[in-house]
């Protein structure tokens, strides 16, 4: 059975950080693109950050500069790493995995974990 689950959520202050991880389980990760998206209140999901089998990343204009995405093959994990928070971040947080090339759209992929809450606020 094909599963993603995130995990490192949570309340953070303004200016902190946080590193979102993401397990696969089922299947060989580094033979798929994985992307992280959020998903506010009232709002639609808005992809973060992308990455490809090969390692070429895509970043949001909202989170360029702030968010890095990485991947760790050996332990089936693609992470993303958030510094100097904002309240607008607060959402769920979501990652994704698609087979094929790097994609920017949530519609793309396939496979999706339950999601983590990220709260930023003093």
């Known amino acids: 059975q094909v599963q993603l689950v995130e995990s490192g959520g949570g309340l953070v202050q303004p200016g902190g950080s946080l590193r979102l991880s993401c397990v696969a389980s089922g299947y060989n990760l580094s033979y798929y693109a994985v992307g992280w998206f959020r998903q506010a209140p009232g709002k639609e999901r808005e992809g973060l950050a992308c990455?490809?089998?090969?390692?070429?990343?895509y970043y949001a204009d909202s989170v360029k500069g702030r968010f890095t995405i990485s991947r760790d093959n050996d332990k089936n994990t693609v992470y993303l790493r958030s510094n100097s928070l904002k309240p607008e971040d607060t959402a769920v947080y979501y990652c994704?995995?698609?087979?094929?090339?790097?994609?920017?759209?949530?519609?793309?992929?396939?496979?999706w974990g339950q999601g983590t809450q990220v709260t930023v606020s003093s």
């Open positions: 994704a995995a698609r087979g094929g090339p790097l994609a920017r759209t949530s519609i793309a992929y396939v496979y």
């Open positions: 990455m490809s089998t090969h390692g070429d990343t």
